[in-house]
């Protein structure tokens, strides 16, 4: 089975601020990789999929980008709405597996 | 737009069945271009993929689940289901239903999701 492992588990940052989220596999996959933003209590919201496709109606200072076994959620400037929890997801031959999440706080 | 709502039981007690349903409507759960599927969240924690089905009846579990778990679609009803046998406290969950695009491999919709938690 492939291992997701997502970091930072808690990041801090401020409105403004360019904040980046990585996701990194146990071996090498294919580019089927997403990325998916939680608020408490709501469904999570599909952002980026393919790795670096932005969803439509996402605001494009989401993007994500990588390939092979690392991977990257890039918010260039924080808005006070992306406060929430970000989970990366990877396919591979049938399954799906989530990374473990990533709280973004304000600092 | 499509919309997914689930339906069931928010208490089931240890040994006994969960059983939910997925509604769909603004779609057909006929259509073959996506996958239907389970996700849960348990209280605090991240989300588990626990299994989906596509419109030919075919499905895949999350393998370790499986042997308790059953997948299954009503297409004159527009909606699909699961039932997880023997269920314990560590069943409790907020579970979600989610389409998955066919060869896209990710989730584009959700329902709101519904808590199940098991408890005697």
């Known amino acids: 089975d492939i291992q997701m492992t997502q970091s930072p588990s808690t990041l801090s940052a401020s409105v403004g601020d360019r904040v980046t989220i990585t996701c990194r596999a146990s071996q090498t996959i294919s580019n089927w990789l997403a990325w998916y933003q939680q608020k408490p209590g709501k469904a999570p919201k599909l952002l980026i999929y393919k790795a670096s496709s932005l969803e439509s109606g996402v605001p494009s200072r989401f993007s994500g980008s990588g390939s092979g076994t690392e991977f990257t959620l890039t918010i260039s400037s924080l808005q006070p709405d992306d406060f929430a929890t970000y989970y990366c997801q990877l396919y591979d031959t049938y399954y799906y597996t989530f990374g473990q999440g990533t709280k973004l706080e304000i600092k | 737009q499509v919309q997914l709502q689930e339906s069931g039981p928010g208490l089931v007690k240890p040994s006994q069945t969960l059983s939910l349903t997925c509604i769909v409507s603004?779609?057909?759960?006929?259509?073959?271009?996506?996958?239907w599927s389970w996700v849960r969240q348990p209280a605090g924690k991240g989300l588990e993929w626990i299994g989906h089905?596509?419109?030919?009846?075919?499905?895949k579990y999350n393998p370790s689940l499986k042997g308790r778990l059953t997948i299954s679609v009503d297409k004159s009803r527009n909606q699909f289901s699961l039932r997880l046998n023997s269920v314990t406290a560590a069943d409790t969950a907020v579970y979600f239903c989610?389409?998955?695009?066919?060869?896209?491999?990710?989730?584009?919709?959700w329902g709101q999701g519904t808590l199940v938690t098991v408890s005697s």
């Open positions: 603004g779609g057909s759960i006929s259509s073959d271009n996506y996958y």
């Open positions: 089905i596509y419109t030919s009846g075919s499905t």
């Open positions: 989610a389409r998955i695009l066919y060869r896209g491999y990710y989730f584009d919709s």
